[in-house]
């Protein structure tokens, strides 16, 4: 950035440009800061010189070779920017501060010099110049050679002259060496008076004038060439006259004046570097100051009050002054004032005195005090001065309270009555009319040229600035230029500027502006008149514009901006009156008048040669009464000539006129585009908004426009239509005339047109002819218009054609035949206000898409001109925003678009970067051919990226070279949309959201110097920098003070969303289904017509003609919808609004919509007239900008007739408006009565300068002073919002104030006659959304929110809602719930078998009711809520803290939600019965939160019995428990807890006596105890169970949770062994899913819980019942679930009529899941049992005492044998002795014999034991659970089977069923089901012994191999449960019984597989001694049954002891 100082003529950076915009330009002087400063340096005489620093620069040094890369360009030249500023606002700072301490140094030097940052002033009087540039030179400071100011030197710009007095001038005015100078100031210079203070910068100042200046030239002044401080009105009319005086080629002004009262003849303004003639009424605190001071040394008499005499004569030309001192005490004095009885006494006030004195003077217009005397208070009335009194005498009392400060200043004149003008009018609604003289500056004859502005003047608001300035406001002044010539001024000709605002009602001024007879010529620009704030102000302007050419202008007309002020009325107003002017040959000609209401005529003008790039004569903002007649507009070149666009209604008029009449307007033309094409959208009269317009009488022909007319007056209903009668056209053809206009026919919701009668010729008065024509068919080719006949589009293979807004009026009949395809050109839609028949069928259905971009065919209107294309000509009515920026417009998703703003110079970038807060890095020196990317103004950051589509919004300020974030919560979606397109993304659905920024930190902003100020968007801007700022109430503040962001602060999220994928240009409008008028003829719902849509397909909706509006929308009618299909639109898909009949959404499927898939509002309100309503407004209700047959409140029917009922609504758009609508009952009889049905006004308070956004009603007619104000209803007003407001009389009034906000904001209301007499309701209707699949939406699938005194009953059942919502970042998605509920006084809803997966949220359920007969009962069941984002599954709150609603939630199912910061199920005061709910594998704040109810006491009314919550996850790192409670009355029971990853399972919320608030009974209650008991906690020890509870034990003030009883174990919890939430069915568990799916979706459900769907064979009785059990209502005989079956090995099978069948597999069907049950064998449980302890300490202390016999028996059978050896030995070797011999042969032979026949026959039973010894029994603990030692832990902790040795005895099992010789339920060759314990070859069937019979050994085997050759292959598996993280499987139940192997047998594990961690155990019996088989556990052997309990050692111990 770089600007021109031309006093120096150098080109100087800037990079804080802010302080100097408006100074840098001329000379430093300008700068309030270096007026004090010369002030302060006039003091010091003349003997002063100036030193100026010489190298203490304030810029950075850049080194020359760097000069090529620094450049600029200004006025076509290159300039090298040698240095580089600091800044402004920070290089002064730094010179200060060094100069000071420099100077500091030495006294004598700071007592002789002045400093002003680098000039330093020297009074030579004290210390000469050359010793000061020596001291600062000791410090490095090199100074300039000194320069005398009385040679000429310049101090900030002014030079010190010395001159001569060469002649004089006037009484007080000479001319110094040729130059005027007023006398006062001149005697101030001669006597070097140091007291004396000028800081004026004029060259000739008239501090108070009565003068006449006459042939006196001001020229080449530093500043202005003439300036007037004050103004004595009441001198003679010869004097403050000036006559040839020329002021020419000064720096500032030509001639500036603070006061009004001038008049100059014959003068010439020109070549001044400001305005030629400046008015600025305001006088600084030291400007006042200086003027009492020159007061008190004039020569006039003056008055010291109170001291004076009470008594005042007053002679004519001898003024008095009246000067009030203050007072030390309390005063109340009177003052007499009288003159000659032929004068009267003129009073003006110089100054107020202080702003904080609180004495007061009273002026009473009489000679005495009485109460009804006319008096002027100087507080109250200051701008009504100055006053003339009506006689010779008056009365001044002067009041002072206490010890109070003095300054204010009366002047009194006696002046002859005849001086006096006569009474002028005033605006203050006090009084009429004050007597006086009007202040006014006039021009005659005179010329003002070459000037930057030829005439400029600021008026303000209020009299007191906020620094103190004292604005000169009056009642009434004027600015009158007569005859006079203002030509080639470089900007306007005339600038009326209000730079402040008013924050309280004042007295109005009335300003007025006259021209007359003035030549405007070559001018940069007109007339223009320009408000910093429209909104605040208590100024009113006339504008009176007669018989002046304006021509050859830059800008040329007259651009009128009209402040809102806060007082007005019919009578005092705005007035704009141009008559006979001409306006020619200007470029950029534009005729504006915008603001507030204002009284406009423009006549008799002649427009003719001009250009335009918008309308010509335009007006706009709020209603005005206009009229537009007698005008000329020939040959110009203006896309519209004539545009009325009113967006606000006045309250002080009811029905404002507005007429366009006997005007000639042809032979114009549209300006040309690129390639010489015609504008499509151009028009010569177009109206929109608001106000009704009559276009009558005009001549409107041979005009190049596109259309002659366009009516775009907004109406709600039929009724309506704009007078055009009388107007020539160009043609005598109704049809003709028909196709140059665009109304209701062309786009509903605009006025149609009567065009009938027209003239046939081309004058104004010329004949006339009727169109007699009757409607036709309609052209098939063309559909387009009204439909008032029945009408049938049969099947054909092309497409019909829909040009323009199709309408079935209320009398006709559209029919589809199946197969018809509709193609609707882009905005256009089919609105149907009688009947619509459109029924398709499933193989040719019904298509509504749109058009084809076939560029065929022409369209209704017009032939296309040469080169246009298609698409282009049919957006050309696609009109936005109410009536704005075309629909082509909308959609720029394009790249190339986005303003990169890049200077290349290579291939190479550099950009700006760096965080927020910060400055960016210096431009670096970059190599050559690198190239300098500048930074995007706009980006949207998230942390570590900030070139996404999406983030917190930040602005770049070039100044400080900073990212800025953006922390306004009133930026709108309007302000959004403008951002995504500046960024080149999609603009068509954005998204705005508030939250704090968790990357910044305390420090993150405090480097942020300047903050961005609130801007609003109309969102046709194409950059941020292009919208205004908002009208807050306070200042504009160049570093945004009062905007400053906190780090904590929510800051503003945009998310641009991604390419949508339909183009928003050719996106068509839908169909709407709406009453014809606001109320129909009186008649019951069901006899309304009743429209049909089955299988009909919307594709492509949701744009009507620029504004986002529902693919299907039905207002106040229940069409049949059915079998539809809406696809991409790009608003909400299907919508209703307050049916009054039933309406079921059947067999729909909505996909792809930018909004809610299924919206629907019910809108029934009350039929009971009691002062308070029975419901509560709700807040967020979804309805389109345009809502046929709802009233707006900016409706242009201003007032309305009410029968019965209207409904009145507004939605928000980001721009303020003031509406009124006034209700007149019917035959004005019944009184009205006013109630609100939603109410979500947008919050201002942190504007509080601003009025607030508000509605009022009165009683009566607003306008008539007589009405009544009811009630005023703002953002606070929330009590209020729920009262019945009645009338006493027949007409209700309401205005609306609104200023701008977000689009979710709004109202809608009830206005109904008394007493009630319908309300268009029945109580049996109900709605009915089922059987749908609604999926892929952003804003949710369904909203439902109702108001009334009741609701209908609502059924969702067997819906498929699933993607709806998208998460955007952290916490912000787009829509909170996918189906959300804001429900009141609705008796029943059923939420049933319903799918909710993938979406952001689940069910979101508020509910309120008056009284217990109204209260809800919803019934939620049998859902499956899985995978949830973001928000919670379940939710489910009462509004009220009373027990009436009633939720009742039963058999669904809620896993794999994801919603880490909040919990995934909430109830909040509602009654609750919570039960038979499976709640597993979730993430959540807390996985479920129960608040009851306070205050109220009830045993129990929250009740959650038999739930499973197991393996959840809570994220709360301070409290992570699963279930939170927050009050008493809850039970829980039955329940399974088990989430072994949260450190709690329960805990309740820390809330105290004194939070609470609660009286010694309340906090009884409060103490009472939680019931818990009953459950099973996954432990059976109470320490380990109170650990995992958080209550009054761990904390005080905590509830106190009672567990006790509770389980030791979860046997009587759970079906067996199957996990909880699961069934077992025969041998397998089971779980029901009850939503539906498809058949690939319903297995990868299963397969995701690590289960699988089941092959069914046989037991189908079972199965019925099992699922009957689970879904009531079971129909095994039409009911289909999914299942599957063995023989059915491609495509999908279902379960029907207890077989399996195949079928589709797109069906959406429930399912079954499958998986074996789950065991968990603790190896250490017999520890715990001491009779097995005791058993086995017996059995071992037998084995050791076995032991030692069996060593002593070794021992000793040893011992034995070596005897027996040496006695055989010895009988052998006593051969002598053969008696001895014989003897002991013989003995020795019979024990011989007898052991072997022992030994032989213990052989032989030894054999027999060994050949019949059973097989080994695989045997284990009985399944009783009192005796089985085997514990299942549902926890599921991954076991291995605990195997026992099979010396161990077991008891034998139970015997199986007598059925089991059957076949199992699951097939076990199946692939999809887990494995099972079965063998792996045939079937084993039960032996008639009671064993299984051998079987042959497999060959192969998938597990283990588990046989040898005599035993059966058997496989034992271990299946894996589902789970998906954290998940602890458990152990099939069945697995527990596995009997005792030997320890040699192998083990194979289970191979290692991801999200599986079952066990998988085989069991390999190979090692066992042949002839031993194994059996299945519990069965015992073919031979020996009873020695099942037999060890295999018993035998051959048997043998042994027979042998020994």
């Known amino acids: 950035m770089a600007v021109v100082q031309l006093n120096k003529q150098k080109v100087r950076p800037v990079m804080d440009f802010r302080e100097m915009n408006t100074h840098v330009d001329t000379f430093t002087a300008d700068a309030d800061v270096c007026n004090e400063k010369l002030r302060e340096w006039r ?56 100069l000071d301490l420099v100077v500091s140094q030495d006294s004598d030097v700071q007592r002789a010099v002045s400093t002003y940052i680098d000039d330093v002033l020297v009074d030579e009087a004290v210390l000469p110049a050359e010793k000061v540039a020596e001291h600062l030179k000791r410090f490095g400071l090199e100074c300039k050679p000194a320069v005398k100011l ?8 002014l030079r010190y002259e010395q001159g001569v007095v060469t002649r004089t001038l006037s009484e007080q005015a000479v001319e110094v060496n040729g130059v005027p100078r007023h006398v006062r100031e001149l005697r101030h210079r001669l006597q070097q008076d140091h007291e004396a203070e000028d800081d004026s910068d004029s060259t000739l100042r008239l501090d108070f004038n009565h003068h006449v200046l006459e042939h006196v030239t001001l020229s080449d002044n530093d500043g202005d060439g003439l300036g007037i401080m004050y103004s004595d009105i009441y001198k003679i009319d010869d004097v403050n006259h000036f006559k040839h005086v020329e002021s020419r080629y000064n720096r500032g002004h030509g001639i500036s004046m603070r006061t009004a009262w001038l008049d100059m003849t014959d003068c010439r ?69 009288r003159t000659a009885r032929e004068n009267v006494i003129g009073i003006q006030v110089l100054n107020p005195g202080a702003e904080e004195s609180t004495e007061d003077v009273h002026v009473y217009d009489y000679y005495k005090i009485q109460p009804d005397v006319e008096v002027w208070q100087l507080r109250r009335d200051f701008l009504a001065f100055p006053v003339s009194s009506s006689s010779y005498q008056v009365v001044i009392r002067y009041l002072a309270p206490g010890r109070t400060r003095g300054g204010a200043v009366l002047l009194l004149t006696a002046v002859r009555r005849s001086d006096v003008l006569n009474e002028r009018p005033t605006s203050l609604l006090r009084r009429m009319v004050i007597p006086g003289r009007t202040p006014r500056i006039r021009l005659f004859k005179s010329t003002v040229e070459n000037n930057r502005r030829g005439i400029s003047a600021h008026f303000y608001d209020r009299y007191r600035g906020d620094l103190h300035e004292l604005r000169l406001r009056r009642s009434n002044q004027s600015i009158e230029v007569c005859d006079c010539t203002i030509t080639g001024n470089r900007e306007q000709a005339v600038l009326l500027r209000s730079p402040l605002r008013e924050v309280t009602s004042s007295n109005i001024s009335e300003v007025t502006v006259i021209v007359n007879r003035t030549t405007i010529d070559g001018n940069g620009a007109g007339l223009q008149q320009i408000s910093n704030n429209l909104w605040l102000s208590n100024n009113l302007f006339h504008w009176v514009l007669h018989n002046n050419t304006i021509s050859s202008s830059g800008r040329g007309g007259v651009e009128l901006s009209l402040p809102y002020v806060w007082q007005y009325n019919e009578n005092f107003t705005h007035s704009i009156y141009i008559s006979d002017n001409a306006f020619r040959h200007n470029s950029e000609l534009r005729l504006s008048v915008s603001g507030h209401f204002s009284r406009v005529q423009l006549s008799g003008n002649s427009l003719t040669d001009n250009t335009a790039a918008g309308p010509m004569i335009a007006i706009s903002g709020m209603e005005k009464e206009f009229l537009i007649t007698d005008n000329t507009i020939r040959n110009n070149r203006a896309p519209t000539v004539v545009n009325i666009h009113s967006d606000s209604q006045t309250a002080v008029i009811g029905n404002v006129s507005a007429e366009v009449t006997r005007n000639v307007i042809r032979d114009n033309s549209p300006p040309l585009t690129s390639g010489e094409e015609v504008d499509l959208a151009s028009y010569v009269v177009a109206v929109r908004g608001v106000q009704p317009v009559n276009v009558t009488d005009n001549v409107l022909a041979t005009n190049g426009m596109r259309y002659v007319l366009l009516a775009g007056s907004r109406v709600s209903g039929l009724g309506t239509a704009m007078d055009a009668r009388r107007n020539w056209w160009g043609t005598r053809e109704p049809t003709e005339i028909r196709r140059l206009i665009v109304d209701f026919d062309d786009r509903a919701g605009y006025v149609p047109v009567t065009f009938s009668p027209f003239l046939t010729q081309s004058y104004v008065g010329a004949p006339q002819q009727q169109d007699r024509g009757s409607d036709g068919p309609m052209d098939l080719d063309r559909l387009c218009g009204r439909l008032t006949q029945n009408l049938t589009l049969r099947y054909r293979p092309e497409p019909y054609l829909v040009w323009s807004d199709l309408t079935v009026m209320p009398t006709s009949t559209l029919h589809l035949e199946p197969g018809v395809i509709l193609e609707f050109h882009p905005g256009v839609g089919l609105l149907v206000l009688g009947r619509l028949m459109a029924i398709g069928n499933e193989e040719r259905r019904i298509v509504m898409r749109p058009v084809s971009l076939r560029g065929d065919g022409e369209g209704r209107k017009r032939s296309l001109p040469p080169g246009v294309t298609r698409l282009r000509a049919s ?268 309406m079921e959404l059947l067999y729909l499927s909505v996909s792809g919509s930018l909004g809610v898939g299924v919206s629907m509002a019910m809108l029934t309100g ?176 369904v909203t439902y929110v109702g108001a009334g005194e009741i609701n209908p009953t609502v059924t969702m059942e067997w819906n498929r809602i699933t993607g709806n919502g998208r998460h955007m970042y952290g916490n912000f998605s787009t829509a909170s719930a996918a189906v959300s509920m804001d429900v009141q006084n609705m008796q029943y809803l059923y939420f049933t078998n319903n799918l909710l997966r993938y979406n952001q949220g689940g069910l979101r359920l508020l509910a309120d009711s008056s009284g217990l007969a109204t209260a809800l009962k919803a019934h939620i069941s049998h859902n499956l809520f899985s995978d949830t984002r973001q928000h919670p599954s379940l939710l489910v709150e009462g509004r009220r803290t009373s027990p009436y609603q009633e939720a009742i939630v039963y058999y669904n199912y809620i896993t794999r939600a994801d919603c880490f910061y909040r919990e995934v199920i909430e109830f909040s005061q509602v009654v609750t019965n919570f039960t038979h709910n499976l709640i597993y594998n979730n993430n959540g704040f807390h996985t479920m ?516």
């Open 1166 to 1341: 009350e039929a009971r007239s009691a002062g308070h309503s029975s419901f509560v407004p709700v807040q967020n209700v979804t309805l389109p900008y345009s809502v046929f047959g709802m009233l707006d409140v900016c409706d242009s029917v201003k007032e309305v007739v009410v029968r019965e009922r209207v409904l009145l609504h507004y939605r928000y758009d980001d721009r303020p408006v003031d509406c009124v609508k006034i209700f007149k009952s019917a035959a004005e009889v019944k009184t009205l009565g006013f109630r609100l049905l939603q109410f979500n006004l947008a919050n201002s308070s942190d504007f509080p300068d601003l009025a607030p956004d508000s509605i009022r009603l009165f009683d009566g007619d607003i306008w008539n002073v007589t009405s009544i104000l009811m009630s005023e209803l703002t953002y606070a007003s929330v009590a209020d919002s729920v009262l019945f407001h009645t009338t006493n009389e027949t007409t209700l009034s309401v205005q609306w104030h609104s200023s701008g906000g977000h689009s979710r904001h709004g109202f809608i209301a009830e206005v109904v006659t008394l007493p009630v007499s319908s309300i268009g309701f029945s109580r049996e209707v109900m709605h009915n959304i089922s059987f749908s699949e609604i999926y892929d939406n952003e804003g949710g699938a």
């Open 1489 to 2004: 939160k129960v608040t009851g109810f306070e205050r109220v006491h009830l045993p129990i009314y929250q009740s959650f019995v038999r739930n499973s919550f197991y393996e959840n996850y809570a994220t709360d790192e301070d409290n992570r428990t699963t279930i939170l409670v927050s009050s008493a009355g809850q039970r829980y029971a039955e329940n399974v807890l088990v989430n072994e990853d949260n450190d709690y399972e329960m805990a309740t919320i820390n809330r105290t006596q004194e939070e609470l608030k609660m009286s010694n009974y309340r906090y009884e209650i409060w103490k009472t105890p939680l019931d818990a008991r009953s459950n099973w906690w996954g432990y059976n020890e109470t320490r380990a169970i109170q650990g995992r509870i958080k209550d009054k034990l761990d904390f005080h003030g905590l509830l106190r949770i009672d567990f006790s009883q509770f389980h030791m174990n979860n046997f009587s919890l759970l079906s067996d062994k199957c996990p909880p939430g699961w069934t077992l069915v025969d041998t397998t568990c089971f779980i029901y899913v009850p939503a539906p799916m498809t058949f690939a979706e319903a297995k990868q459900f299963c397969q995701g819980d690590n289960a699988s769907m089941p092959y069914l064979q046989r037991h189908t009785g079972e199965l019925i019942g099992f699922i009957r059990g689970q879904q009531p209502f079971y129909n095994w005989r039409l009911d289909r679930v999914w299942m599957q079956h063995l023989d059915i090995v491609q495509g999908c099978s279902f379960f029907v009529q207890q077989r399996v069948v195949s079928g589709p597999c797109d069906l959406h069907l429930p399912f079954l899941c499958e998986m074996d049950p789950m065991v968990y064998a603790d190896p250490l449980s017999w520890f715990r049992d001491p009779a097995v302890i005791g058993v086995i300490a017996g059995a071992s202390i037998a084995l050791l005492v076995l032991i030692i016999l069996l060593m002593l028996w070794a021992f000793k059978s040893r011992h034995r044998r070596s005897e027996k050896l040496m006695r055989r030995r010895s009988v052998r070797s006593s051969a002598r002795s053969t008696r001895s011999l014989v003897a002991a042969s013989r003995s020795g032979s019979a024990s011989d014999v007898s052991s072997v026949r022992r030994t032989k026959q213990a052989m032989s039973q030894g054999s027999d034991v060994a050949s019949s010894a059973g097989p080994v029994v695989l045997t284990s603990a009985g399944t009783d659970e009192e005796s089985s030692t085997a514990e299942y832990d549902s926890r599921f902790t991954p076991q291995r089977t605990a195997f026992q040795h099979p010396s161990l005895d077991t008891p034998p099992p139970s015997e199986p069923d007598s059925d089991s010789d059957s076949a199992p339920l699951s097939d076990p060759d199946s692939t999809d089901s887990p494995p099972r314990f079965e063998p792996a070859a045939a079937p084993v069937s039960r032996h008639p012994a009671g064993g299984y019979p051998r079987q042959p050994v497999s060959e192969t085997s998938t597990e283990s191999e588990c046989a040898d050759s005599g035993s059966g292959n058997y496989t034992a598996v271990l299946p894996p449960y589902g789970r998906s993280r954290r998940q602890t499987p458990g152990v099939d139940p069945v697995y527990q019984n596995i009997g005792p192997v030997y320890e040699n047998m192998s083990e194979v594990r289970r191979p290692a597989s991801p999200g599986s961690r079952g066990v998988h155990a085989a069991v390999s019996m190979g090692h066992l001694p042949r002839g031993m088989s194994v059996y299945a556990a519990g069965a015992p052997g073919p031979d020996e049954p009873f020695l099942q309990g037999r060890t295999r050692s018993q035998p051959m111990l048997d043998f042994l002891e027979t042998a020994i």
């Open 875 to 1142: 957006s050309e009515v696609l009109e936005n925003r109410r009536g704005g920026r075309s629909s082509r417009d909308l959609s720029r998703n394009s790249r190339a678009e986005r303003d990169t703003r890049e200077v290349a110079l290579g291939e190479a970038e550099e950009q700006y970067g760096g965080p927020v807060g910060q400055t960016a890095p210096e431009w670096r020196s970059p190599p050559p051919g690198a190239a300098i990317r500048q930074p995007l103004p706009v980006r949207l950051c998230t942390p570590g990226n900030c070139t996404g589509s999406s983030g917190f919004l930040e602005l770049f300020n070039r100044t400080t070279r900073q990212w800025v974030p953006v922390c306004d919560r009133h930026f709108s979606d309007r302000n959004a949309e403008v951002v995504c397109r500046q960024l080149g993304l999609s603009d068509v659905h954005v998204h705005v959201a508030l939250g704090q920024r968790t990357e910044f930190t305390e420090l993150t902003l405090r480097w942020v110097t300047s903050w961005s100020e609130p801007i609003q968007c109309s969102g046709e801007e194409r950059r941020l920098g292009d919208c205004h700022l908002r009208q807050t109430g306070r200042e504009p503040d160049p570093t945004g003070a009062p905007y400053v962001c906190d780090w904590l602060d929510p800051f503003v999220f945009v998310d641009c969303g991604s390419p949508v994928p339909v183009e928003a240009a050719r996106a068509w409008g839908g169909i709407r289904f709406s009453p014809g008028r606001l109320e129909e003829a009186l008649r019951r719902p069901e006899d309304a017509p009743l429209s049909v849509m089955r299988y009909v397909d919307v594709v492509g909706a949701g744009r009507q003609h620029g504004l986002p509006s529902p693919a299907v929308l039905s207002v106040r009618r229940a069409p049949d919808v059915q079998h539809i299909r809406v696809t991409d639109s790009l608003d909400d898909g299907v919508a209703a609004v307050s049916p009054e009949q039933s």
């Open 43 to 98: 003091k010091l005489g003349r003997d002063v010189a100036l030193l100026d620093l010489n190298k203490a620069y304030l810029q950075i040094h850049v080194e020359k070779e760097m000069w090529p890369y620094q450049t600029v360009i200004v006025g076509g030249v290159r300039y090298c920017l040698t240095r580089m500023g600091f800044g402004l606002s920070v290089s002064p700072c730094v010179m200060k501060s060094v």
């Open 269 to 337: 303004l020109m070549g001044n570097q400001q305005s030629g003639l400046h008015y600025e009424p305001s006088l600084s605190r030291s400007e006042q100051r200086e003027l009492v001071r020159w007061i008190a040394e004039a020569p006039e008499r003056k008055l010291l009050l109170p001291s004076a005499d009470s008594n005042i004569v007053l002679k004519q030309d001898e003024p008095v002054y009246l000067i009030t001192m203050g007072a030390e005490r309390a005063t109340d004095k009177v003052f007499n004032i």
């Open 150 to 157: 009385k040679d000429g030197g310049r101090a900030l710009g």
